[in-house]
């Protein structure tokens, strides 16, 4: 039998350099890059496999996967939600169309929380939203003594953050609670809270696919209040807070200092407005004195 591996590895840079064509001629920016993404999660590799020439082709049954991909890719479907999995702080978190997918210019949250907490300290840290739970266990995982409360209106929501957690063997340091906000938490139970509230008004522009497959209640806020679920959080914020105890505030695009000011008529201090990786105020860091 003949063993031919340069034919092998032609055969996958043909099926990579068709596909990279079919979303470029979709408008996809990023083609190539995608396209070794999918391929390699249809073959159940990983990237730099496909880098340092990978030579094995995809199966009958992993090539109609990948097609599927393809043709869902075109229509706009993000990445993150075909292969199921998107990197955060350093982790894999599952996502699916009940969760937002985790974005870098997250990362300020995680690490300013974690400025804020002691890496021995013991405390009791709420994610309100949590969604894919991304925040507050990517916080954890740097906090081996902190516990943690992850809070979502959405029951497919907390299931997809109960599966992160057990991934990441996390479940034991979670409580998860189906609820809106602060509404069910006691009073004077937290050292932190991680919120990243709806703050994308429905009549501004997002990222392609953005409003047509990730959850719209996790994205807009209500056209008549760019601020209604701040002000939600804000109302029992300094109740459930401990003395001392922090709000970490993700914000939207020049909305930074609109917050502060709902945020000190609530009776809480301003420590610092953070900045994203691209310069854009995207952190409100609050404190009940």
């Known amino acids: ?69 393809l043709q869902r890719r075109c229509d706009g479907e993000p990445v993150a939600y075909l292969e199921g999995w998107q990197g955060f702080y350093g982790l894999e978190f599952e996502v699916n169309r009940h969760v937002l997918i985790p974005r870098a210019d997250s990362e300020c949250l995680v690490d300013s929380a974690l400025e804020f907490i002691a ?62 906000w602060l509404e069910s938490l006691a009073n004077n139970c937290l050292h932190a809270i991680l919120c990243n509230p709806p703050y994308v008004h429905p009549s501004e522009p997002v990222g392609p696919g953005v409003a047509d497959f990730e959850p719209t209640m996790a994205l807009f806020t209500p056209p008549e209040d760019a601020y209604s679920e701040y002000r939600q959080v804000l109302k029992r914020a300094t109740d459930v807070l401990k003395t001392g105890g922090r709000l970490f505030f993700e914000v939207g695009f020049g909305r930074a200092q609109d917050v502060v000011g709902l945020s000190e008529e609530a009776g809480l201090d301003l420590i610092r407005v953070v900045k994203d990786l691209a310069g854009v105020e995207r952190l409100v860091e609050l404190q009940r004195n």
């Open 1 to 69: 039998m003949s063993f031919d591996p340069v034919g092998r590895q032609q055969a996958v840079q043909e099926r990579l350099l068709a596909a990279k064509r079919v979303l470029e001629g979709a408008g996809i920016a990023d083609a190539g890059l995608e396209v070794e993404m999918l391929f390699a999660a249809a073959a159940g590799i990983s990237r730099k496999q496909i880098v340092a020439g990978y030579d094995s082709d995809l199966s009958p049954q992993q090539a109609e996967v990948f097609q599927n991909w």
């Open 119 to 180: 890496p021995t300290a013991v405390a009791c840290i709420a994610d309100l939203g949590t969604g894919s739970g991304c925040l507050l266990q990517a916080t954890l995982s740097q906090r081996p003594n902190c516990r943690g409360i992850a809070v979502d209106k959405s029951a497919d929501a907390l299931r997809t953050a109960r599966r992160n957690a057990a991934h990441l063997g996390l479940t034991d340091r979670i409580r998860f609670v189906q609820a809106s």
